[in-house]
């Protein structure tokens, strides 16, 4: 069984395409699969939409509704926790992955790899998002060791053993492409088609996406760390031979408060065992009650 995981917000534009095409491609791989979206506390109809595709299909679709926005990557953790297929492909809702690229996906996992990234041939966003993402593989690829040309494209396949791993590690902050790297045996990156946004607007503004940037980076890695002490160290010898450097030193102060705030940050996180999303209601099942 194949599971799709689809997290869901406000897209209440891009629902009823999205299932136009993803039903038609799933039923032709003749396998059983399910299909699950997680709703993260869209504020527009998305929640009514989605109940509708699980009416006109509840053998196959299930509905995760989450109380509030807990981010894409929580959303999809829930999908997880949910899915009962051997493999599981995350997709994101706005079209900008095409649904006819599953079966390749799934293809790969069949083949027995257990992590397929994917990596966007002629991506469809902006300069600026492009160029963020240009750096950012870069600098993770440098800092973790491993070698993923596109971290950011979220049409992926993981096999049943990562997910379950990615479920028990039940991290607080997690970037799911780099955790399911980390854990995967044979893992693989194929390319696939990219297509822009057509309906409703990112929702990754410019802090949203720092926000998760960091979240990638100290997560996997506490060399940003390492290297700040270090240089903190050498900055301090050149200040005690220079006798000027107020400006310089200050500055990386605050700079190196910060970090080492957001790794106490994150174990402060982990040590209030604070549950991540909170689900109001599963709609899942042939016995449709008050959906
Ligand atoms: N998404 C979500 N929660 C969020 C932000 C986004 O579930 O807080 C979903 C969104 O509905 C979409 C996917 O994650 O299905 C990717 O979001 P978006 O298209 O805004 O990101 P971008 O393509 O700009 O990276
Ligand atoms: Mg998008």
């Known amino acids: 069984m194949i599971s799709i995981v689809i997290p869901v917000y406000n897209e209440e534009q891009n629902i009823r395409a999205l299932s136009s095409r993803l039903f038609p491609v799933m039923d032709s791989l003749h396998r059983p699969y399910e299909v699950i979206f997680v709703n993260d506390g869209s504020k527009d109809s998305s929640l009514a939409l989605l109940l509708n595709e699980y009416k006109a299909r509840p053998e196959v679709v299930r509905v995760i509704d989450f109380n509030a926005n807990f981010g894409q990557h929580t959303a999809i953790m829930a999908g997880f926790r ?44 902006t300069f600026f998002r492009r160029t963020a993402s240009r750096i950012v593989n870069k600098l993770m690829n440098r800092l973790t060791g491993f070698s993923l040309k596109d971290y950011g494209c979220m049409l992926r396949g993981y096999s049943r053993a990562i997910v379950d791993i990615i479920n028990e590690a039940g991290e607080a902050s997690t970037f799911l492409p780099a955790l399911a790297q980390k854990f995967a045996g044979s893992p693989i990156e194929i390319e696939v088609a990219h297509s822009k946004r057509e309906k409703g607007a990112s929702k990754y503004n410019m802090f949203y996406l720092l926000r998760l940037y960091f979240d990638l980076m100290t997560a996997f890695t506490n060399i940003p760390l390492q290297l700040i002490t270090m240089s903190g160290g ?11 450097l107020d400006c310089v030193l200050s500055g990386f102060t605050v700079f190196c408060v910060g970090l080492v705030g957001e790794y106490v940050g994150r174990i402060y996180q982990e040590v209030r065992k604070r549950p991540r999303y909170v689900i109001r209601k599963i709609y899942e099942g042939r016995n449709i009650v008050n959906a």
């Open 234 to 244: 050498v900055i301090f010898g050149l200040g005690v031979i220079m006798l000027r």
């Open 82 to 125: 949910a899915s009962r297929g051997e493999s599981v492909i995350t997709l994101d809702a706005d079209l900008q992955n095409p649904p006819e690229e599953i079966p390749r996906v799934a293809a790969e996992l069949d083949a027995g790899h257990d992590a397929v990234g994917t990596i966007r041939k002629n991506r469809r966003d």
